[in-house]
């Protein structure tokens, strides 16, 4: 009896720690997102943002790549972002994950987001800094005005 | 009475000359939609913004994967005030779409803009798009929103506060995807 009492004891301790576990671990690997932007009706509107990627000092390393895809919502104009640093760039339209495609480093990324044609458009953007295994680095962003 | 004649004839003929002359440049405007092109009868306004003439225009391609993006380098001369650029998709494919983004990331007049041809194979570009910024580098960038092999024509001018395109415009491509 005694030892059923300890087994099942054990038994939730492991259950409770196998629950915990993913918690914990889709808290790590969660993205950054910027959620619920709007793009408005000129067919020129374009959002700009800065990314700044950095060694967090914590042993994870230096910034290999920005992570970053785009969705948008509705069925109207399709919403592309690129990613451009140092001279370098790549486009992310709906659902493309931008990523190891551009291995520009620690440093400024700037973003910029548009869509296809005339029309108001919303949008998320998912994103981190991640070094060469996927760990996380240091992420900081802002957007420049105006807010299109 | 004869030397009357004479002015009224001549004040004539210059008339005519110049209405000539003002349907000649009408007919052959490169702004504007197809409808305006075709449309030659019809006395339009003028646009806003100039066509940008032949030496401002460049070529490139786009390779198959989604993700492809063609950077010109754009570095403007003195007595800029914007840059402008427009893209026109050559290819036969109908799909994807083909894009152009200005950018101007430097510092304290970070601005962008962003211009998609809505059709391809024809001669109409994308509409005219603007930047603001002053002598120095831009980049304009040309993407599509899915895969699919992509052939374009890039207009690229910096301008001066008069609306004109500066002949010291150089554009380079300084990552071509094709």
Known sequence: MGFFMKNTSLRKIVVTISLLMPIGYAGIAKAHDIPNRALGVPAAATDMYLFTCYDLGDGSGATEHLYLQISGSGAGPKVSAQVFKDGKALNSTAGIVVGKRLNGGDGDYTVTVNKSAAGNVTYNISFHCENKSGGHTGTDWRQFPPDQ | ?178
């Open chain 2, 1 to 178: 009475m004869k030397t009357t004649s004479l002015k009224n004839k001549i004040a004539a003929v210059l008339l005519l000359v110049i209405a000539g002359h003002a349907g000649f440049a009408s007919a052959f405007s490169m702004v504007g939609s197809k409808t305006i092109i075709r449309n030659t009868a019809v006395v339009t306004p003028p646009p806003s913004t100039p066509p940008l003439s032949s030496e401002f225009s460049h070529t490139g391609a786009l390779g198959p994967d989604a993700w492809v993006t063609d950077v010109w380098t754009v570095d403007c001369p003195a007595n800029t005030v914007h840059l402008d650029t427009q893209v026109n998709d050559n290819s036969p494919a109908a799909a994807p779409l083909l894009s152009v983004q200005a950018i101007n990331i430097r510092g304290g007049n970070e601005n962008a803009a962003n211009s998609t041809d809505p059709s391809n194979g024809d001669e109409a570009p994308s509409p005219l798009v603007s930047i603001t910024g002053s002598a120095g580098r831009f980049f304009v960038l040309v993407d599509k929103t899915s895969a699919g092999s992509k052939i374009y024509t890039v207009n690229i001018a910096c301008k001066n506060s008069a609306n004109e395109a500066l002949a010291g415009t150089k554009a380079t491509l300084t990552q071509d995807d094709n």
